[in-house]
């Protein structure tokens, strides 16, 4: 049997968080636990069997193979996108040379050590946090390589040209400008024609050209270095990753989370491939420490201090920093008395503030005039909205991998909870305003650790609910997610 303490915020044995529902909606806020039914209204055991995870996989393996398939013949699905099988964005160009065999064995290797850790019941983060970390690392690096070109592990630094650019096309500028007058100036170069050449320039803020100029500065002779460090720090996401599930679910959810996540086709696939994985490590790192800070009894105010400092921090590389502000906002008074939870989102406001005064100082920059000229330069997609509306979700619940998709879509409509409802909502605003049309699978990856622990909590729920653990089927999960991986990457030209 699995246990978890009554005062858990995520009390497997309610199945939610404890106290009232929101609206009638079913979201379970945290407070006081509901009073058990009477003897009599308890409802029969019934022990779960393996069809429990049979089915919801193949539910949902079904809808998105159809979505797929439907996508592959509509006119709007391939308009504004160059996709051989939309909603995926990448040219179809099967390829598996005998490097890919590497990826295979990263994939059993990873199994392999899921099973044992859920076998021996090792869910201490000093164990598990650097094993899957590693684990990361090489099942990137194993598929950066399947298709047998070593220049993929330096692609996001040799992508230069005006039509086909990445960051380090615009790096030149921030050399020539310096660090403080490339940032300064960042605002003003938005507007002129031609003064950033990049589409990923223009529509993020400036401290990606910085980092990238930075560590040009340190090794400027070698790409390799600057690649392993930028494929390193995105496989820290595993991190916080872990703290949000045993925040909300228990350090066994936490195994079984960042063991799903650290073979997902995203991030895996774009660790050596797409810088939107780096921004998505600080993304995450602010929203565990948001999250933390607002789950616990006691109020937390220095983890939530430092938790909007690092998201303030973080604004410099990306603006879907709005997005983990949302989650924090909608979730403090879920989680806490509205006067409490008013406290607690000043205390965050202010550490972001502290941070911008800092890098305002420091470098000069002005998150509001980045954005403002930002907007103005955007141009707008040409991809239809009715496709995309639906297409964003799909997309962005392939690259999860099967497991984490099923389960996460099962934990979702039928437990609800608050924490996952709060930080899905200001994605689902998202999509009705069109701000995202397409490659959510790279820009979403932040999003990734949120629903892989719903996932996580939900396999250990079904564990506590069959009478025992199931490292085996753990294991064939961390598997059936890293062959879907090697697959992607072995059809799809992913590489942007």
Request: with cysteine; aromatic share 14%.
């Amino acid at each position: 049997m699995i246990a978890v303490a009554d005062d858990h915020p995520y009390n497997l044995a309610d199945h939610g968080h404890a106290g009232t529902d929101i609206g009638g909606f079913g979201v379970r806020t945290a407070g006081s636990a509901p009073a058990p039914l009477a003897d009599a209204e308890q409802p029969p055991a019934r022990p779960r069997t393996i069809w429990w995870v049979v089915s919801p996989l193949t539910v949902v393996a079904a809808g998105l193979l159809v979505f797929v398939w439907f996508s592959s013949l509509s006119k709007a699905a391939h308009k504004g996108i160059p996709s051989s099988y939309p909603p995926i964005y990448g040219a179809y160009q099967p390829s598996f040379s005998s490097w890919g065999w590497f990826a295979v064995a990263a994939a059993l290797v990873a199994a392999g050590l899921a099973f044992l850790f859920a076998r021996n019941r090792w869910h201490r983060a000093a164990w598990v946090i650097p094993i899957v970390v590693a684990i990361l690392f090489s099942f990137g690096a194993s598929l950066a390589i399947v298709n047998g070109n070593p220049g993929e592990f330096v692609s996001p630094l040799t992508r230069t040209t005006a039509h086909y650019g990445d960051y380090q096309a615009d790096v030149p500028k921030v050399r020539a400008l310096g660090v403080r007058g490339f940032v300064e100036a960042f605002p003003k170069l938005l507007k002129e024609q031609g003064g950033l050449i990049t589409a990923h320039a223009r529509t993020h803020p400036p401290g990606t050209e910085v980092l990238l100029s930075v560590l040009q500065s340190r090794f400027p002779k070698h790409l390799i270095p600057r690649a392993l460090f930028i494929a390193l720090f995105s496989c820290l996401i595993l991190i916080p990753t872990w703290f949000i599930a045993r925040a909300f679910a228990g350090e066994r959810a936490a195994l079984i989370t960042v063991f799903l996540l650290g073979v997902a086709p995203a991030p895996g696939v774009f660790i050596f491939l797409n810088l939107d994985a780096f921004h998505a490590t600080l993304l995450v790192g602010s929203a565990a420490l948001l999250a933390w800070g607002l789950t616990r009894k006691e109020s937390h105010w220095v983890v939530v201090l430092v938790g909007g400092a690092l998201l303030g921090f973080t604004s410099f590389f990306s603006y879907q920093v709005m997005f983990v502000a949302g989650f924090a906002v909608l979730y403090a008074f879920v989680a806490r008395p509205w006067k409490d939870a008013v406290r607690l989102l000043v205390i965050a406001g202010i550490g972001g503030l502290i941070a911008l005064g800092i890098l305002r100082v420091a470098v000069g920059f002005n998150l509001y005039a980045s954005f403002a000229a930002a907007r103005t330069v955007i141009p707008r997609s040409n991809r239809v909205f009715s496709y995309w509306f639906f297409g964003d979700p799909a997309v962005w619940l392939i690259f999860a991998g099967l497991p984490i998709a099923a389960f996460s879509l099962r934990e979702l409509f039928t437990k609800r909870p608050a924490w996952l409802v709060a930080f899905l909502l200001p994605l689902l605003l998202a999509d009705f305003t069109r701000i995202f049309l397409g490659e959510t699978e790279r820009v979403g990856q932040f999003a990734a650790p949120f629903i892989a622990a719903a996932a996580g909590a939900a396999l250990v729920r079904w564990e506590r609910e069959s009478g025992r653990d199931r490292p085996g089927v753990i294991a064939a999960l961390v598997l059936l997610t890293a062959a879907q991986a090697i697959v992607i990457e072995a059809l799809f030209w992913t590489v942007w």
